[in-house]
């Protein structure tokens, strides 16, 4: 079956800390794979998308994301977090149908 | 550019009314998307058109819930009749050429059944 699971409900880090949010995915092939950011009220938003070639993918906002077939893993980093990025993060896989995870809570202590 | 629109951005009605959320995809984008993200469920696909055709509803709920778009430019939720447990946010979102394209969505209706 296909899923993604984001282990961490939850995450608070301080200011300036860095920051690594876990995705692992099932699926039949390597498919596309996304990170979306949610801001309360808002909707989704793009940070950064893995079709191919290099496995380490640079997004907006700092963001950056490592695919690793082995592992069928698709982890978000940012080596230093700001009192901004404190939102909703979603990881998302998949081809015309999308399968998001169940999002990671991030809160930011300044 | 005009991003996805919904409305309305928030509904309140009672059990039993019929509710109908509205969407306007980014101009150009052949895919339309339908999701309601609640607390338990997270985010969940209902409905994907593609030139606006209906290509999987395998996720909307029940026959209560039905979606429409009847021009590249325009879509429908509709639910009817209404409970309390369809109180959700609904989003819509848009891509062009699906697959590896990003969605792009809207903010939301936030629905309130009482």
């Known amino acids: 079956a296909q899923s993604v699971t984001q282990p961490d409900i939850h995450i608070t880090v301080s200011e300036g800390a860095s920051l690594e949010l876990r995705c692992n995915y099932s699926y039949g092939a390597t498919p596309y794979l996304f990170w979306y950011v949610q801001s309360p009220g808002q909707g989704l938003q793009l940070l950064l998308k893995?079709?191919?070639?290099?496995?380490l993918v640079q997004g907006i906002k700092g963001f950056e994301a490592e695919f690793k077939r082995s592992q069928s893993s698709f982890n978000l980093r940012k080596p230093s977090v700001h009192w901004s990025d404190a939102a909703e993060y979603f990881c998302?896989?998949?081809?015309?149908?999308?399968?998001f995870g169940p999002g990671t809570s991030l809160s930011v202590i300044p | 550019d005009a991003g996805v629109i919904q409305s309305p951005r928030h509904e309140v009605t009672e059990m039993g009314q019929e509710v109908t959320l509205r969407c306007k995809p980014i101009?150009?984008?052949?895919?339309l998307f339908w999701y309601r993200q609640t607390m338990m469920r997270g985010l969940e696909l209902l409905i994907y058109f593609n030139n606006n055709v209906p290509i999987d509803d395998s996720g909307m709920p029940e026959d209560r819930f039905s979606a429409k778009m009847p021009n590249a430019s325009f879509s429908t939720l509709k639910i009817q009749p209404s409970e309390p447990r369809d109180s959700a946010v609904y989003f819509c979102a848009s891509s062009f050429q699906g697959g590896n394209q990003p969605q792009h969505f809207g903010d939301g209706t936030r629905l309130s059944i009482l």
């Open positions: 893995y079709f191919s070639g290099d496995t």
């Open positions: 101009s150009g984008h052949d895919y």
């Open positions: 998302a896989v998949g081809y015309d149908k999308v399968i």
